[in-house]
């Protein structure tokens, strides 16, 4: 199987069920951001040295290639058999992160991201995150989108940003508190 086909010089992909959309589609959007978070994802864990985190951002790409796929799929369905994010990976990143939490100090403030290179990773990974999540909704505004995708992004934010204090900890860096100029 060759990797180049053609059939997207002129700006048009197909779809999971054969429909040809504009690249800049919202399902493509959606998609495609969640793409570029895993590629992310892929290099926040090639940085943590964690055994456990590591296995547990492949189990997190995983998720993102399910949910990439059911974001792929036409309006008009597919016969295609395509896995599904169910409840059970949304409590998964909740165990996760109370694990995480529970050696975490209170937190008073915002904390400013930064402090080493593998925190920073996931600090951005968050934000890209997030704007997978605004992707996700903006096209669910305008087809059905299983809202349990929603809620997994939702809760997959809140667990890179855990990752991310959890990380500073392992690593003895100090969070930087964000103190407004008031």
Known sequence: MKIYTK???EGKTGLIGG???SKNDLKINAYGTVDELNAFVGMLRDSIGNTKYTSQLIEIQDRL???GSLLAVSDSGSSMKIP???KNDIVELEEW??????KLPEMKSF???GGHQTVSYCHITRTICRRAERCIVTLSEHTVVDPIILAYFNRLSDYLFTLGRSMAQELNIKETP???KL
Do not use: C, Q, S, Y
């Open 19 to 21: 429909t040809r959309v």
């Open 111 to 113: 904390v400013l991201p």
């Open 65 to 67: 290639f399910t949910a």
């Open 178 to 180: 964000w103190n407004p």
């Open 84 to 86: 599904m994010i169910e």
């Open 7 to 9: 059939k997207g010089d």
């Open 97 to 102: 992160i109370d694990e995480m939490d529970t």
